[in-house]
């Protein structure tokens, strides 16, 4: 079955840097798209970024453009999430997600908490 | 990149039917029939309930359908039962691999 596992959450202060990682397993990882998608405390959720299948191309929200940088490594079957100047508006629960086809997602990670304070 | 415009609650009793609107622009909703639907239980990841509009993932109730009136999507929940209360959110591409979810509709079932 399809398993995405987040890792790398935890307390940074403003203006630091987190590394996020998803393991994923299931299915053939390489062959899909990947999103990273957000939920604040009580929030919405909120897209964060998109890469496509083989690395080629990457996308951002204009609220973590510049400052987050997704990759892949699809020898690892693994998703990152590269955040530097980290906000308090950035503090959130991040999950990995699995894209099916054209913006619908199939299957999310349980997601990891990234907290940014003093 | 503006989020997509979604009632904060709606409610209903069980075996009442039920509809949440998601309000876009024609760069998003009514550009593309690539809508979608999500339902969150409180503490839990999201599970897709809808896509492209109105397909229906397998094992998801057809008490749950999709539909799109120029720039507003909407889900329609007939037969209400318990266990559909839960957080819906709506999911729009919006061209350039750029997606845009609305901010979400909190559902109680009375």
């Known amino acids: 079955q399809v398993q995405l596992v987040e890792s790398g959450g935890g307390v940074v202060q403003p203006g630091g840097s987190l590394r996020l990682s998803c393991a994923a397993s299931g299915f053939t990882f390489s062959s899909y798209g990947m999103h990273w998608v957000r939920q604040a405390p009580g929030k919405g959720l909120e897209w964060v970024a998109f890469?496509?299948?083989?690395?080629?191309?990457?996308y951002y929200a204009d609220s973590v453009k510049g400052r987050f940088t997704i990759s892949r490594d699809n020898s690892k079957n693994t998703l990152y999430l590269q955040m530097n100047s980290l906000r308090a508006e950035d503090t959130a629960v991040y999950y990995c997600?699995?894209?099916?086809?054209?913006?619908?997602?199939?299957?999310w990670g349980q997601g990891t908490l990234v907290t940014v304070s003093s | 990149q503006s989020a997509l415009t979604q009632p904060r609650s709606v409610s209903g009793s069980p075996g009442q039917s039920v509809t949440i609107s998601c309000t876009g622009t024609s760069s998003d909703v009514g550009g593309y029939n690539y809508v979608s639907w999500y339902q969150q239980h409180p503490g839990k990841a999201p599970k897709l309930m809808i896509y492209d509009v109105s397909k229906r993932p397998s094992g998801v109730p057809d008490r749950f359908s999709g539909s799109k009136s120029g720039n507003t999507a909407s889900l329609t929940i007939s037969g209400l039962q318990a266990e559909d209360e839960a957080d819906y959110y709506c999911?729009?591409?919006?061209?350039?691999?750029?997606?845009?979810f609305g901010g979400g509709t909190k559902l109680t079932v009375l």
């Open positions: 997600a699995k894209e099916v086809m054209v913006a619908t997602i199939d299957y």
């Open positions: 890469i496509r299948y083989d690395g080629s191309n990457k």
């Open positions: 999911c729009s591409y919006a061209g350039s691999y750029i997606v845009v």
